[in-house]
DNA sequence: CGCTATGTTGATCCATATCAATAAGTGTGG
DNA sequence: CCACACTTATTGATATGGATCAACATAGCG
């Protein structure tokens, strides 16, 4: 793996307090990729090979039923996904695809292992990189039962500005279609849901979304810590 | 904490592996207490101050937002709750009440985390019981996303008579309020769902199921290890 | 520059929520 | 042990959020 990738990977804070051996020992059977966009990298029910770590570009995991599919959670850099599957040495729950072209590093999930047993360091980061996984989840699955799928929209719009570092006025990081599927509604109700969120001063030209005034958006949103909060 | 409860924690997987020194200093500060039925432990966004057993009984861990209220899961013995939170020292997500009289151990958290330091063999353990909660909720979250009302509780039955060791015959384990919340809808909807079920060989009768043919049961259910297996 | 996928809009349908009334349990105190 | 009170469950009527189907517009992309 180049030096380069390698201290993307290290800078991660799962791997940052890692002993060196422990760490070298992972890298030399990690190997890095390019993907194009719209890639189908790892289907669910398939055994956890490798850990994934997105460098750069945008992963989709999704997850599909009975002829229905839904998208579960969109990862960007610099961050690692299926870690409960490579832990468990469990098959995926979910699917992976990129959303745009991306370099994924791929660690085989038994050095995972082995480096989990061998390095307590890094078996503490892993926790804590579980639980913050954990508390997503949750946080998501309070979004979807608490919430309509405007209220919905409107905390995301909400999650997004202070993302972007408080911007009134910032493109979707992805197409609509994907985020309808994220926030639990069709394409069609996606664009209806803006077109109702216009009353509260959202406004939207192809990808840019536009906050007139963030207060009355809050006011209807009513974002909230235990469900928007990105870190804790 | 009198020895006998002190066995059942130290059986749980989470404790097995742990040094008796770590287990010990872990238990003094640690204490259980009886709650009547209804009774609220815990609130969301309190700090976690305390590590949750439930030795017997039940509880409901729920959660609120804008004077809505969802349930998120029942937690049976012996298993915790609100490791997350404790591990991160974050505020909890979820709020707990008790489903019916129970038994419940309080271990300190700070103490958590500091047996979490010293104890790699502990800090493994919480890996695995961190990834196996998460894994939990990802599949309540397909479960949520990708059936419909009347699948999800086809589908909870066909889990139910699973953990009931096959029984085609047994009671639901709490109120049918607390299920419609479980599965996401209104106790009428659930009502409803129940006689819908009965062209698929179910029927009702106060808490009692009764599965007449498991295999058009399931031919409906279409139940899928990656949403309903319960370990794994 | 045209093809194909994405997004929008309208019409309609369906699942589920809500509101209201009644029935059936369940627990409590006399 | 029964009667009352209160909660839970059921049933019906209606409202509504959201899905589906269909047509059209638009925007990327080769």
């Not at 390698?6 to 030399?28: C, E, G, P």
């Not at 959303?99 to 360091?121: M, Y």
């Not at 919430?147 to 009134?168: C, D, F, K, P």
């Amino acid at each position: 793996m180049p030096r380069s990738y390698f201290d993307d990977v290290r800078r991660l804070h799962l791997f940052a307090k890692m002993s060196q051996d422990s760490f070298d020992t992972l890298m030399r059977g990690s190997y890095v990729q390019n993907f194009p966009p719209q890639i189908d990298m790892i289907h669910e029910g398939e055994t956890s090979d490798f850990l994934h770590v997105v460098l750069s570009g945008a992963v989709e995991l999704y997850s599909s039923w009975s002829n229905r599919e839904t998208t579960m959670a969109i990862v960007r850099p610099i961050s690692t996904f299926i870690l409960a599957a490579t832990i468990k040495n469990a098959p995926y729950l979910m699917s992976a695809r990129t959303v745009e072209k991306s370099r994924i590093a791929l660690i085989p999930s038994q050095d995972v292992r082995a480096a989990f047993d061998d390095d307590s360091d890094f078996a503490r980061a892993i926790v804590t990189e579980l639980a913050q996984c954990y508390r997503a989840v949750v946080k998501s699955q309070k979004d979807i039962k608490l919430r309509t799928s405007l209220e919905r929209l409107a905390n995301y719009i909400v999650r997004q500005h202070v993302r972007e570092g408080g911007a009134n006025e910032f493109d979707l990081p992805f197409e609509k279609r994907t985020l309808s599927s994220l926030l639990g509604m069709t394409p069609e109700n996606l664009s209806r849901a803006f077109k109702n969120l216009v009353p509260y001063g959202v406004t939207v030209d192809g990808r840019r979304i536009r906050i007139e005034d963030l207060n009355i958006l809050k006011a209807f949103a009513k974002p909230d810590p235990l469900i928007d909060d990105r870190a804790s």
